[in-house]
């Protein structure tokens, strides 16, 4: 149970990073699994093929818009909130899918992506202003760190996938 629970928290962060990355790497887990997780949920939609599809190409697409010189700061009020939902969402689905609390994976998740979306702009802004990295460098990394992070949560701590 604790697991489960620090999973959400965990994705969260991973939402505060990127804000659709996480929902697609959990739609993209819940849409391979069999049986269906989620067969009676409010979320079932996450288990979806063409939800983990729609999700995965917004996650492609905020991933280039990052790059883009005139993108907002992370920690902006319409920005912190999609990421706040990004990781309740996520969250909930996957504590709902373990067969947990999901308003305590929602709760979990999004405090997970107020923690990562500040502590990663934090992080961003150091190296970027303090340390002189490239941002575009800094970007890159953090987009790899998101990414198998994510993977890495959503598999129990394995790089490949067990499920069907």
């Given at each position: ?36 997780p ?8 996450m288990?979806?093929p ?20 005139n ?6 009020f319409?920005?912190?909130t999609?990421?706040?939902a ?17 308003a305590?994976?929602a ?8 923690v990562?979306?500040?502590?990663f702009?934090?992080l ?17 990394v ?5 990414i198998?992070?994510?993977w ?6 394995e790089?490949?996938t067990?499920?069907a």
């Open positions: 149970m604790i697991r489960t629970y620090m999973k959400a928290f965990q994705i969260g962060i991973v939402a505060g990073m990127r804000t659709m990355t996480a929902p697609a790497l959990v739609s993209y887990k819940l849409s391979h699994m069999v049986p269906n989620l067969p009676d949920s409010t979320l079932h939609f288990t979806s063409k939800t983990a599809t729609t999700f995965a190409v917004l996650a492609s697409g905020e991933l280039i818009g990052d790059k883009l010189p993108t907002p700061d992370r920690t902006a319409p920005q912190v999609g990421r706040i990004s990781g309740a969402l996520s969250g909930a689905a996957l504590v709902d899918a373990d067969g947990q609390s999901v305590y994976g709760v979990l998740g999004a405090l997970g992506a107020v990562g979306t500040f502590a702009f934090q961003r802004h150091w190296l970027t202003h303090e340390k002189d990295l490239p941002d575009p460098v800094v970007a890159l953090e987009d790899a760190l998101t198998g992070a994510g890495l949560i959503i598999n129990d701590g790089w490949r067990t499920t």
